[in-house]
């Protein structure tokens, strides 16, 4: 079974630029496809980006295209998520979490990590 650390969320100001990482243990990362999803208070889950397992195909939600890059370093089994120009709505919790290829649903969920963006 795979375990997800995320790291990297803190308070930023609007317009600022945050890296997260979502490192793993217990499984190779490169067997699993990755998302990164966060929910802020009183709104549902909402699913950011996705990346296959080889890196090579990303899915970015529009909320934040333009904004937000998905990536991962197998070698180091982790995955990032650069987020730019933040925006006070850009307030929430941040999760990583994988999927096997084998399964339909992201399964597997990092603890969170708090991101805050002041105005």
């Known amino acids: 079974q795979v375990q997800l650390v995320e790291s990297g969320g803190g308070l930023v100001q609007a317009g600022g630029s945050l890296r997260l990482s979502c490192t793993a243990s217990g499984r190779t990362l490169s067997n699993y496809r990755m998302a990164w999803f966060r929910q802020a208070p009183g709104k549902e889950r909402e699913r950011l980006a996705t990346i296959n397992c080889s890196g090579s195909m990303t899915y970015i939600n529009d909320s934040v295209k333009g904004r937000y890059t998905i990536s991962r370093d197998n070698a180091k089994n982790t995955v990032y998520l650069q987020m730019n120009g933040r925006k006070p709505e850009d307030t929430a919790v941040y999760y990583c979490?994988?999927?096997?290829?084998?399964?339909?649903?992201?399964?597997?969920w990092g603890q969170g990590t708090q991101v805050t963006v002041s105005s």
């Open positions: 979490s994988a999927r096997r290829l084998t399964d339909n649903i992201y399964n597997y």
